[in-house]
């Protein structure tokens, strides 16, 4: 079958924490999510064509061209939240073009809801959570025009009607899927804002996050129990991202790297072993930090960790079920500075329970540690998270909210808590406030300028520079 797979525009579609400029300086990433979808469906024999709309200059005549000259039998889409819309519009031109065309969608819009997803799209097939073995039953099953019935983890349509089939397991053996399909798309095209090398790529080496943390929606997604791809696999991936595409830096996006203290060193000394001269950043926790640890992992290559930090006062991290508390997040900003590895540090305003007290000492928390790089947002309530739940609850935002959104009835793609004395419209303000203060300060723009090793990256951060200032 001819398959046709699309990521719709993010740089477009953003939860609006900065403005347009600021966003678009920020950077671009392949969606790693179609493209192990896409290295599946080729082992499978189809033929397979992707889009990514964020790297075409011209997307929609892209689309229409593709539509016309490779006549896909099915368009299989990538749909967060805040992209739906777009998505749908995607679908409706490609049923225009090709009225027999059979159009999947996936991705957290479809699994945090399906049958609103559905109802207000014109998508024949929603596949919820992990993609790769669901989608590939699906166009078997399609093909031979067998019983969609029996598929687990689809919803379908048939007429008027939605169909909800069972769960799927998840995968185990992670290291039974093929690395994605990075030669469907330009690596070139794709950049990010702190990268040290213009030559970056994205990976993941583990699914799923054990931890419960009320903001986030992953664990309904991947699941709360972690699994991995094995290192001999991962360096391997690594290997091939150097010899293939000369990648020389790779961003791990697994929400948390270190899970499995044994498995880091493991993967760090094999690293060493094949003498893999490649640069790296994680994400991590704070209480997951050891010197032995980064101290190899410094040796292997990891230049920096991004470290949600979220709040300065411990009592918000409590309700957050964070997990951690303020001396921790100290502790750890200690030991990763001796080791000399950058921080990236994440923080959060607008919790359960935040008042302008508690955001200061976040804020003074932040200034403390000094991360290399900072991000201060607010707390977004999410579809599937705890903390919607909690919100609908307690009557802060309705239980149909995103099911309006989806219908087209409400706009606001970040929906947050609010109170008399604590309103939306303030916590936005201290946001702009708090980025200019960061980053707009002598000391730390000489400190970056002292770092950078290149053109290309002098340009990037001036560009964001540029678009701060005029936050």
């Given amino acids: 079958m001819n398959i046709l797979l699309i990521n719709p525009s993010l740089n477009r579609q953003r939860i609006k924490h900065y403005n347009d400029k600021i966003e678009k300086a920020r950077g671009t990433y392949p969606s790693l999510g179609l493209l192990y979808i896409a290295a599946v469906l080729k082992q499978e ?25 490779f006549k896909p039998d099915v368009l299989c889409i990538h749909v967060m939240t805040w992209s739906f819309h777009q998505a749908n519009e995607i679908a409706k031109l490609a049923k225009d073009a090709l009225p027999s065309i059979c159009v999947i969608a996936g991705g957290a819009a479809i699994t945090s809801a399906p049958e609103p997803a559905m109802e207000h799209s014109v998508f024949d097939y929603g596949v919820i959570g992990e993609g790769e073995k669901t989608t590939a039953e699906l166009l078997q099953t399609l093909n031979s025009k067998g019983d969609t019935s029996k598929i687990p983890g689809i919803i379908y349509r048939q007429g008027r009607k939605l169909f909800l089939n069972g769960k799927r397991p998840l995968i185990e053996m992670l290291d039974s899927i093929p690395n994605p399909a990075r030669e469907l798309v330009k690596l070139n095209r794709y950049s990010d804002v702190l990268s040290r090398e213009r030559a970056c790529a994205t990976m993941v080496t583990s699914r799923g996050c054990p931890y419960n943390c009320i903001y986030c929606d992953r664990r309904n997604r991947m699941g709360n129990r972690w699994r991995s791809f094995s290192n001999r696999r991962i360096v391997d991936e690594m290997q ?48 997951l930090i050891d010197r032995e640890l980064l101290k190899i992992m410094k040796r292997a290559g990891c230049y920096r960790i991004r470290f949600g930090f979220e709040s300065g006062d411990d009592i918000i991290l409590k309700t957050l079920k964070k997990g951690i508390t303020v001396m921790q997040s100290l502790e750890c900003s200690r030991m990763v500075k001796e080791a000399g590895i950058e921080i990236f ?32 947002s607010k707390a977004i309530l999410i579809p599937g998270s705890e903390l919607f739940d909690w919100a609908v609850t307690q009557k802060l935002i309705s239980a149909d909210y995103w099911e309006r959104f989806l219908a087209g009835e409400i706009t606001n793609t970040a929906p947050s808590l609010s109170s008399r004395e604590l309103p939306e419209e303030r916590i936005d303000q201290i946001i702009k406030e708090v980025n200019k203060r960061f980053y707009l300060r002598p000391k730390f723009m000489m400190r970056k300028l002292a770092k950078i090793k290149s053109l290309p990256q002098l340009i990037k951060q001036i560009n964001m520079a540029g678009a701060f200032l005029n936050y």
Avoid at 240 to 265: A, Q, W
Avoid at 345 to 373: H, N, R, S, W
Wanted: glycine share 4%.
């Fill in 45 to 69: 024999g189809h033929h397979i064509e992707l889009i990514d709309i964020d790297t075409e200059p011209n997307p929609q005549n892209k689309i229409i061209l593709s539509l016309a000259s």
């Fill in 240 to 287: 091939e991202l150097k010899n293939r595409y000369g990648i020389k830096e790779i961003m791990f996006f697994d929400d948390e790297f270190i899970t499995d203290r044994l498995r880091t060193i493991e993967f760090c000394n094999l690293i060493l072993e094949n003498n893999l001269k490649i640069i790296w950043e994680c994400r991590s926790r704070v209480d």
């Fill in 345 to 376: 540090g994440y923080f959060m305003f607008g919790c359960p329970g935040e008042t302008e007290k508690t955001i200061q000492k976040t804020i003074e928390l932040a200034f403390v540690i000094e991360p290399d790089f900072a991000v201060f």
